[in-house]
């Protein structure tokens, strides 16, 4: 069955003092410039769509994708209409249905916005515009991957494995993995001496916003990210203190993290593993643009990002 999809292409529009600081900030954490303060769903980026390479929006990549997956019915677009109807070409020549909302406020705002406006009647795909090397095989693997599961859960959200991400390490430097018992699977590869896999976020989630009591949490989640507002860290800390000691402990499972984030967010939570890089692979800092792009040019003398996955190949 083929479901909607709503592309997150909100964001600052103007630079704040706190973007400055916080760039200074992230420059000493992880000797990186991140893109603070400026509009990144329309940061022009080189890529490849259709063996032609050049520079063009980032989220103009994975709305390509999107267009070309089996899974998908249609594309709402959240963000700056305006902006987005005149500097993104492929809109006009999707096959794919898309409609662009205006963006109205914070990330959570945002989401419920586009849902309202597409024809979900339950769950829906959310996707984020920075991630130009998804490829049509990975949306159509997730969506079928929490499509087996959505009668049981109403809030799925996408993760990749250490050893899934071994091929992109400069991507990540010194960005850290959340490190977790994998009692959902019964494989071993990759896990340390404490039986723990390495996992990151894969800015994938597969939702139905009537199933979740908590909305509200999920600005708070975002904000923590990249730990971007220590005070607001400190908070989530509050809400799980026996996850972060059995973490500390090396003891924390991943049905456990599950479990805990769904009474949090007062619904049915699951992780879902999913077997290729690209989507984890999102453009925060301008080294991610010069890596991103060697990358891109590298892989395009073998063989372009295609329906299998941009590292299937690898």
Known sequence: MMVSAILLAGGKVKKSWYDSISKVLYRFIYNETYLFGEYKPLRNFKGNIDGVIKLRPMMEYVLHSLDKAKTIAEVVIVGEKKRIEQKVGIINRMETPVKVVQQMGPFLENALLSYENSSATNHALFVPSDIPFIAPADIDYFVRECQSYQRDFDFLFAVVSRRTLKPTTKWFRKRPYFWMIDDNSR????????????????????????????????????????????????????????????????????????????????????????????????????????????????????????????????
């Open 187 to 314: 494989g071993k590869e990759g896990a340390d001496k404490y039986g723990r896999k390495g996992f990151r976020i894969a800015n994938l989630g597969f939702a139905n916003p009537q199933g979740i009591r908590n909305l509200e949490l999920i600005n708070l989640a975002y904000s923590v990210r990249k730990l971007r507002n220590p005070t607001k860290i400190v908070t989530v800390i509050k809400f799980a203190r026996r996850e972060v000691r059995k973490y500390l402990q090396k003891k924390l499972t991943k049905k456990g993290m599950e479990t805990k984030l769904g009474e949090l967010l007062g619904t049915r939570f699951k992780l879902i593993e999913i077997k290729d890089a690209s989507p984890a692979l999102d453009i925060d800092a301008f080294e991610d643009i010069s890596i991103g792009e060697n990358l891109w040019r590298n892989r395009s003398k073998t063989k372009e990002k295609d329906e299998k996955g941009f590292f299937s190949h690898s």
